[in-house]
């Protein structure tokens, strides 16, 4: 039996978090699964959320180089994570490589390059169900597909929640990131009215230079009225929020009272009756959620997660969007990384410290076998 090196986390009940790399066993693939050697697999914030948690990253210790990392979770947090606690918990959502070896019913696949995700990615070696993986285009590299799940098909969800729930047009934040760069060529190319909200003036150069309309720079004296600005010219009721805490959705929300107000043929106390919604799908901002309520009563604010998506969305039109991804993971889904690492240098103090900022144009590669 094949083994494989594989990054686990794991927190005590005291709040002591390790990171560590073991030594797995890979089974043998049974009927419909296939062995995967995995050479591509990305960092995305959902990773870094199982891998470090709430972990306060200052406090990291490094205990075996290249192989085992501590770090101690602040007190008043360590309740949140205890549903997890003394579990060796395998991570990364998702990754590409070559299949391997296969069992019945999935030999077509070997050879393949396949994209997938099915968690503990952070392996060499994974045995997965064939169905969930994406069968890549001939030519399509490992690190082209590394990312060919959790963006692309994100963005996509965000399109079609717009229309399944009859809005006109969305706003999006930390919109420099390659999930907002592939969210404004799918608006582009499909005509959806999209306000993309960042924090830094070369992210509304860059965001321009792709094509965009409108784009916001929250660190602007004008923000607020170059949001309402847009928000009026749009019409977009819809938003998607990546930073989660401060106080950002609550301004969204009331720019789109305030859009809403300026087209409306009465004043109503109630607020507008266009209904308004923000939908938070990341935690970049770890701060309280602050709402201000200057929105009226018709609004929302709630959670938005691709797997509960994707069971709404139904198993035919899922398939149609993987399809698209395959076909333009070169174009419009296309990732970019600023480093490349292997599993060992994932449990570098330096590369943790930096690749847990999350920062913008940042974005971590991992390549087991490098």
């Not at 990253?57 to 602040?74: D, R, T």
């Not at 998702?94 to 968690?119: C, P, Q």
């Not at 082209?144 to 079609?160: D, H, I, K, R, W």
């Not at 990131?177 to 003036?201: A, Y």
Request: overall charge negative; hydrophobic content about 35%; some cysteine.
């Amino acid at each position: 039996m094949k083994s494989s090196k594989q990054i686990k986390s794991n927190v005590s009940s005291q709040g002591l978090l390790t990171i560590s790399i073991d030594e797995v066993e890979v089974p043998e693939p049974k009927d419909g699964e296939v062995i995967i050697k995995v050479q591509a697999t990305p960092i995305n914030p959902s990773d870094v959320g199982l891998l470090v948690g709430p972990a306060d990253v200052s406090s990291l210790k490094v205990i075996e180089p290249g192989s085992k990392v501590e770090m101690q979770i602040p007190e008043g947090l360590i309740r949140s994570v205890s549903a997890r606690f003394d579990q060796n918990l395998p991570v990364g959502n998702e990754g590409a490589g070559i299949v391997e070896a296969a069992g019945k019913g999935a030999e077509h696949l070997i050879g393949k390059t396949v994209g997938v995700a099915g968690g503990a990615m952070y392996s060499e070696y994974r045995c997965l169900p064939s169905m969930s993986c994406l069968e890549m285009n001939e030519g399509t590299t490992p690190e082209q597909a590394a990312s060919c799940f959790v963006n692309p098909l994100t963005a996509l969800g965000m399109v079609e929640t717009m229309r399944m729930e009859n809005h006109q047009g969305l706003v999006h934040t930390a919109a420099a990131s390659n999930l907002g760069q592939m969210l404004i060529k799918i608006c582009s190319d499909e005509e959806v009215p999209l306000v993309n909200v960042v924090r830094k003036e070369e992210h509304v150069d860059l965001l321009k230079s792709l094509g965009a309309k409108y784009v916001c720079n929250s660190s602007a004296d004008t923000f607020m009225e170059d949001l309402v600005d847009a928000l009026v010219e749009t019409g977009s009721t819809l938003g998607f929020d990546a930073t989660g805490g401060g106080k950002l959705a609550g301004l969204i929300l009331t720019a789109m009272e305030i859009a809403a107000n300026k087209t409306a043929t009465e004043y109503s106390r109630y607020g507008s009756d266009k209904f308004k919604q923000v939908y938070i799908y990341g935690g970049l901002d770890r701060n309280p959620t602050t709402l201000t309520r200057s929105f009226g009563f018709s609004w929302g604010l709630g959670g938005w997660l691709l797997t509960p998506f994707i069971g709404r969305v139904g198993q035919e039109r899922f398939g149609e969007l993987r399809k698209k991804v395959a076909d333009e993971i070169d174009s419009t889904f296309k990732s970019g990384y600023s480093n490349v690492i292997s599993l060992e240098d994932a449990l570098e103090e330096n590369n943790i410290l930096a690749y847990t900022k999350q920062a913008t144009g940042k974005k971590y590669l991992i390549k087991p076998d490098a």
